[in-house]
């Protein structure tokens, strides 16, 4: 900026400097299939043996450009009280997505989580209100 404003000052107005955002997110399974290991680690089993604590979250730019990557951590148990007892009725696995910058094309970011798809978000939406998903 200080160079801009220095040897172009016309173009002052226009000039503006990115910045980068660090994004909260989380994956919740709502399956009484997905249960947990005697660690405590969440383990998907049934249709969720790929979501784990070593899958990837990945942030792309709507050009395919990857912008970030993370993995989801071992994730918390959800439980249920049912007739007294707790019952696990699924799992939230959080990530923490950092140096997103700001500026990618058509102001649309892609998040994946491993193989389950795509979701589209604006910068304003990331930086806002993070990353929530569910499956099951």
């Not at 998907?44 to 395919?64: E, F, K, P, W």
Request: charge should be negative; proline fraction near 2%.
């Amino acid at each position: 900026k200080i160079g801009v404003q220095y040897f172009c000052p016309a173009y002052l107005s226009s000039f503006s400097v990115l910045k980068t955002i660090s994004v909260s997110g989380s994956l919740t399974i709502n399956d009484r299939s997905y249960g947990t290991s005697p660690s405590g680690t969440c383990i998907g089993l049934g249709g969720y043996t790929d979501i784990n604590a070593s899958t990837q979250v990945v942030v792309n730019s709507s050009n395919g450009e990857e912008l970030a990557r993370t993995s989801l951590n071992r994730g918390t148990l959800l439980l249920e009280i049912d007739h007294g007892e707790n019952v696990g009725v699924g799992c939230e696995l959080t990530f923490e997505l950092t140096e997103i910058p700001e500026g990618a094309e058509n102001d649309l970011y892609i998040v994946e989580i491993g193989s389950r798809g795509e979701t589209s978000y604006s910068f304003s939406d990331l930086e806002e209100n993070g990353v929530h998903l569910f499956l099951g």
